[in-house]
């Protein structure tokens, strides 16, 4: 599975952004998808997750609850995450990842197979 984010860019504190997640070479319209990002010497982080096999369950960590909000196309093989008031310390490079059968969500990066290459958010103030 290959996974393709795009949507980073320079962001202005307190905007809007979505990022967008498309896969190919197999479907994951079944497994748990998420968003997690990384900071430069920091380890990777939990952002949102959502479930597998047509569930609707979605999970936030903390920091973005309220603000960010995962989806997915299921028809278009894309997973999304929408930003709102954007803060400064949400600058991170974004992954969007799938597992590789699992359909529950999970906050471990290590339940998840399937990672993309990152896009990379700045937030201006």
């Known amino acids: 599975v290959q996974l393709q984010a795009s949507g980073g860019g320079v962001v202005q504190a307190g905007d809007s952004s979505k990022l967008s997640c498309v896969a190919s070479?197999?479907?994951?319209?079944?497994?748990?998808v998420a968003w997690f990002r990384q900071v430069s010497g920091n380890e990777r982080e939990f952002v949102a997750a959502?479930?597998?096999?047509?569930?609707?369950?979605?999970d936030y960590a903390d920091s973005v609850k309220g603000r960010f909000t995962i989806s997915r196309d299921i028809a278009k093989e894309a997973v999304y995450l929408q930003m709102r008031s954007v803060q400064p310390e949400d600058a991170a490079v974004y992954f969007c990842?799938?597992?590789?059968?699992?359909?529950?969500?999970?906050?471990?990066?290590?339940?998840?197979?399937?990672w993309g290459r990152g896009t990379l958010v700045t937030v201006s103030s």
């Open positions: 959502m479930a597998g096999n047509g569930g609707s369950f979605t």
């Open positions: 070479g197999r479907s994951i319209s079944q497994v748990a």
């Open positions: 990842t799938a597992t590789r059968y699992r359909g529950a969500p999970s906050r471990a990066t290590y339940d998840y197979g399937y």
